[in-house]
């Protein structure tokens, strides 16, 4: 059973516009929630992260957005860059600190 | 300050055969978690330890098992492996703390590739 899912695989963008990434999660215990980006060949690199108490937090071009009711997160990034392809991961976290991965979406963004 | 590093990098082995994986914190980090990712499943989480003790664990058998010694480095041992159990294997070391904020500050290693054949 996937608590946490990101049902699109690819994201594809022009250069300059908004790349909007979606995650979703089942589980209500869930209460603080991270983004990662990663390249080919690296490990995933911390992007930004959002405590449930908040409904949204940014970070330059990187805004998560948190929607409790809808078990339901998104990534904003403003204006996109080519050298941000990579695919990003959501994860969530509750009071066991486990970290609880969605599959990943790639994301291309084009020049 | 260096990253975290992982070796060996790349890995082959065989079905039934055992193999052991090594993670190297950032210095002064003292948890040290380690992550399977498959394309399959993704990214799961196997184990936490901190201070040399298992703190964490996730939803793996017993064939895969860890430890961590008083510097900090950490192992990974998977037993009696299986075709199933290739993949690229990851290390993150943080420092640790009373909420999950730390994890902000939870680096990754590259990872180790194991294929098992």
């Known amino acids: 059973d996937q608590q946490v899912k990101q049902n699109s695989p690819s994201l594809s963008v022009q250069e300059g516009r908004i790349s909007i990434l979606n995650c979703d999660y089942t589980n209500s215990m869930f209460d603080y929630f991270l983004w990662y980006k990663k390249y080919p060949a690296e490990g995933p690199t911390f992007l930004i992260s959002i405590s449930s108490i908040k409904d949204k937090n940014e970070d330059g071009r990187f805004t998560v957005f948190l929607n409790k009711s809808a078990k339901h997160l998104s990534l904003h990034i403003v204006p996109s860059q080519p050298g941000d392809s990579a695919v990003y991961f959501c994860a969530a976290v509750g009071s066991n600190y486990k970290l609880t991965f969605g599959k990943g979406t790639l994301l291309t963004v084009n020049p | 300050k260096a990253g975290v590093t992982q070796t060996p990098r790349y890995l082959i082995k065989t079905r039934g055969q055992q193999v052991t994986l090594s993670c190297s914190p950032i210095s002064g980090h003292r948890s040290v978690s380690w992550y399977q990712q498959t394309p399959g499943q993704g990214l799961q989480f196997l184990f936490e330890y901190f201070s040399e003790t298992q703190r964490n664990k996730g939803n793996f058998p017993g064939r895969f098992s860890g430890r961590q010694f008083s510097n900090s480095r950490s192992e990974m041992n998977v037993s009696t492996l299986e075709l199933g159990d290739s993949a690229l294997y990851l290390c993150?070391?943080?420092?640790?703390?009373?909420?999950?904020?730390?994890?902000?500050?939870?680096?990754f290693g590259p990872g180790t590739r194991l294929t098992v054949l």
């Open positions: 993150a070391s943080s420092y640790t703390g009373a909420s999950p904020q730390y994890l902000d500050t939870q680096y």
